[in-house]
C-alpha cells in the first residue's frame, strides 16, 4: 500500500493508522520537496522471506522441485502399488499374463519383448498354461530353422561374420565338412581372415583335413581373384576377422570387402548372449541372410536368442553344441529351444 504525506513521520503515522504495529515498511521515496511516499504492507511471511528478493524465488524454485518430487515419488508409488496387485492377483489365480512374462525373462528373453509375446499370444479368460502354450507355438514357428547353408541352387558364397571367438572358423569347417562329405558339394574355402596371425593357416589345415581348396583374400581384388580361381566350386565358405558388432567399422569394411559380390551373410552368435547384446545384431553384419547359434553346449539361458528369431530379420539355420570338427552342428530344434526358454 503506498501512503504520501508532506513528510515523513507523517506518512509513518498513516501507515501506523491504517495498519497497526504489524505494518512493515517497504520502501521509502522522496518524491519532491515535502513530498513523501511510503510503501507499507502487512507481510503473513516470515522476514528472512521478504527482506531479500532473490531468497523468495530461490525458496519458491526450492518448493517447486520439492512439490515435483513428491509427485513423482507418487506417482511410482502407484506404479509398484498397481504392479504388486497384479502380480498378487497372476499369483493367486495363475492366469495372470505377468507370471507368464516373468518365466520368459527367467530364461533370457528380454521384458520388452517377452511382454509383447504374452500379450499378443494371450487370450482373455485363458489359464496361464494356455496362455504358455500359445506363447510356446508363437516361439516355435520364431525357431522354425532358415534353409542350411549348403542349400542353394546353383554357386552360393557364404560369409560366415560375427565377433571374435564365437566360433567362425570352427564353424566354416563343420559346414564346409558336412556340406562335401555328406552333402556331396564341390565346396571350397576363402580366408579373409588374414589380419589375424595363424588365422589363415588355421582354415587351411581344416581345409587340407577335409579336401577342400583353400584360397586367402586380403582385400575386395584379392576376393574376386580367388573367386575366379573357383569357378568351379558350388559353395564357397568365406571366413572373415572377428569385429565388434557396436563400431560402424565393422559394417563398413564388410560391405568394401564384398562390394559388388553376390555374398551371403552368415551371422554367428553365442547362445548364451544376453538379450540387450543381441538386439540389431544383424544388421551390425549388414543383412544377414541366416543366423548360426554357436556353443549351444555352454549357455545357461538362451532367451536371448527369442529377440533375434522375432524382429524377423532371418532366421537360425545351424546351431554348434561343442568344438569338435564336424561332429558338432546341428541343425536347431525348435520345440527344445522353446522348451529352454520357457523352463
Ligand atoms: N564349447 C564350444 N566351443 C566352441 C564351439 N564352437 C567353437 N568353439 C571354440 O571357441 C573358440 C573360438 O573358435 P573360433 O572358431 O576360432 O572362433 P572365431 O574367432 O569366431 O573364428 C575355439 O576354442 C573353438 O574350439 C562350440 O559350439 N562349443
Ligand atoms: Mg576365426
Known amino acids: 500500500m503506498t501512503f504520501r504525506a508532506e513528510t515523513l513521520r507523517d506518512a509513518l503515522d498513516q501507515v501506523k493508522t491504517l495498519l497497526g504495529p504489524e505494518a512493515v515498511i517497504v520502501e521509502t521515496r522522496e518524491l519532491g520537496p515535502r ?14 522471506v521478504r527482506r531479500d528478493g532473490s531468497n523468495v524465488q530461490r525458496l519458491e524454485a526450492e518448493l517447486a522441485e520439492a512439490r515435483t518430487r513428491i509427485q513423482r515419488l507418487e506417482a511410482e508409488r502407484a ?51 494356455e496362455n504358455a502354450m500359445a506363447v510356446a507355438r508363437t516361439l516355435a514357428g520364431a525357431f522354425e530353422p532358415a534353409a542350411p547353408v549348403w542349400q542353394r541352387k546353383g554357386r552360393s558364397i557364404a560369409a560366415l561374420v560375427g565377433a571374435t571367438g564365437v566360433g567362425k572358423t570352427t564353424t566354416l569347417a563343420k559346414l564346409a565338412a558336412e556340406a562335401a562329405l555328406q552333402h556331396g558339394k564341390k565346396v571350397a574355402v576363402i580366408a579373409a581372415d588374414t589380419g589375424r596371425i595363424g588365422a589363415v593357416e588355421q582354415v587351411r589345415t581344416f581345409a587340407d583335413l577335409i579336401g ?39 559394417r563398413n569394411s ?17 547362445a548364451g548372449t544376453a538379450a540387450r547384446d543381441l538386439s540389431d545384431i544383424g544388421e551390425r553384419y549388414g543383412r544377414p541372410s541366416s543366423y548360426v547359434v554357436t556353443k549351444l553346449d555352454e549357455a545357461r539361458t538362451v532367451g536371448g536368442l527369442v529377440g ?3 524382429d ?18 546341428a541343425r536347431p530344434r525348435p520345440a527344445a529351444l522353446v522348451q529352454a526358454v520357457l523352463s
Open 35 to 48: 513530498r513523501i511516499e511510503v510503501l507499507a504492507g502487512v507481510d503473513p511471511e516470515p522476514q528472512v
Open 79 to 129: 506404479m509398484m502399488e498397481k504392479r504388486r496387485r497384479s502380480l498378487e492377483r497372476a499369483l493367486q489365480d495363475g492366469h495372470g499374463g505377468d507370471a507368464l512374462v516373468a518365466r520368459l525373462v527367467a530364461g533370457g528373453v528380454a521384458p520388452s519383448i517377452a511382454a509383447r509375446l504374452v500379450a499378443g499370444a494371450s487370450t482373455h479368460g485363458a489359464t496361464e498354461e
Open 212 to 250: 577342400v581348396p583353400c584360397l586367402p583374400a586380403r582385400n575386395a581384388k584379392e576376393l574376386r581373384d580367388a573367386l575366379a580361381k573357383l569357378s568351379s566350386s558350388e559353395l564357397i565358405l568365406v571366413d572373415t576377422p572377428g569385429a565388434s558388432p557396436w563400431v560402424d567399422e565393422t
Open 254 to 270: 564388410l560391405d568394401r570387402l564384398f562390394e559388388g559380390l553376390p555374398v551371403e551373410r552368415h551371422v554367428c552368435v553365442q
Open 308 to 310: 533375434l528369431v522375432t
Open 312 to 329: 524377423g530379420m532371418a532366421r537360425i539355420a545351424h546351431v554348434t553344441n561343442g568344438h569338435r570338427v564336424p561332429d558338432d552342428l
